[in-house]
């Protein structure tokens, strides 16, 4: 693929993009060690929804987020029933969708897969008009999330423990959200619930498997509705989990769906839309845009080319 153009926007202040000091000369210097020709977006004075309209109206044919989920969800909205596809170098804490898609975590490599990778159209999912690609999720979780970013750059022991205490202080004292939820493939129902995720196509069950999604193309949501959430219910899912079993907990309803509504009193919910915590308009609205995104999906990988990552040249 060494024909095809890149335009890469590289956020450098990504969990591990941060912590281990990635550059544009560096990340310039790994392409053109794999004979890949790209223009480095590395600029973070500017906003990113200006740096995403440069990368979409670019003369490359594949745009190439190198960051954090937050990051490739912004490049992937933009993309989405567009030409152009949409590569991933993961730089951020989590790395979800690249986790899916097999890419890499060395970042050498997944430059180097760039070479053979080809292009796979994925689903994507859609909440109130906007583009996610993991899952929405509103209740508790969203909650918690809120409380582990007040300490983030902590990571001592103590703030480690804090967040244990937190996250056993809010299952303890959280009370049930109220809504109403309505899909394609039953009537609406009124009930109180902990939390509810909703996620483009379905993670897996597995022994040891955690929030990994083999099919990406099935054209369908997953409904994840926990109704119930004591600790008793925590050391169980956990188990359940570990195992492989976690689906069929009493405390937890699934549901495959094309089509969602989610209403509550409340105007506004606090969710995790791509594990970012943010604050979304009621009622949520979720559908499914079957193959609406093109990625770039790596095979083998053989040793990478990789000059220092700070260096300018190899």
Do not use: C
Not at 71 to 84: F, G, M, N, R
Not at 237 to 254: F, I, N, P, Q
Not at 257 to 277: P, Y
Request: charged share 20%; aromatic share 4%.
């Amino acid at each position: 693929m060494g024909e095809h153009r890149y335009h890469v926007v590289l956020n450098a202040n990504a969990g591990t993009a941060n912590a281990t000091g990635v550059t544009k000369a560096g990340l310039q210097a790994i392409f053109e060690a794999n004979g890949l020709q790209a223009e480095i977006d590395a600029d973070p004075s500017q906003p990113m929804t200006d740096r995403v309209a440069r990368a979409v109206s670019s003369a490359a044919d594949i745009v190439v987020a190198a960051g954090g989920d937050g990051t490739i969800t912004a490049l992937a909205a933009a993309l989405v029933d567009s030409p152009k596809s949409l590569a991933i170098l993961p730089l951020g804490t989590v790395n979800a969708l690249a986790k899916d898609l097999k890419v890499p975590l060395d970042l050498a490599m997944a430059v180097k897969s760039l070479v053979t990778a080809t292009p796979q159209s994925i689903d994507v999912g859609e909440v109130n008009g906007r583009v996610f690609l993991h899952k929405v999720v509103i209740g508790l979780i969203p909650a918690v999330a809120a409380g582990r970013e007040r300490i983030r750059s902590n990571q001592t022991m103590a703030a480690k423990l804090g967040l244990l205490r937190y996250f056993l202080r809010r299952i303890a004292r959280t009370r049930r959200l109220a809504v109403v939820i309505d899909t394609d493939m039953s009537d609406a129902k009124a009930e109180r619930v902990q939390a509810i995720a909703v996620a483009s196509n379905a993670y897996n069950e597995g022994f040891g498997q955690f929030f990994h999604r083999e099919n990406l193309d099935r054209g369908t949501l997953t409904l994840y509705v926990l109704k119930h959430f004591t600790f008793a219910d925590l050391v169980r899912l956990t188990g359940g989990m570990l195992l492989g079993r976690w689906r069929d907990d009493e405390a937890l309803r699934v549901e495959s769906i094309t089509k969602a509504t989610i209403r509550s009193h409340k105007a506004l919910l606090k969710v995790m839309f791509d594990g970012e915590v943010e604050t979304m308009h009621t009622p949520l609205e979720f559908r499914i845009r079957p193959l609406a995104l093109s990625v770039l999906t790596p095979v083998e990988v053989g040793t990478p080319v990789a000059p220092e990552l700070t260096g300018a040249t190899p």
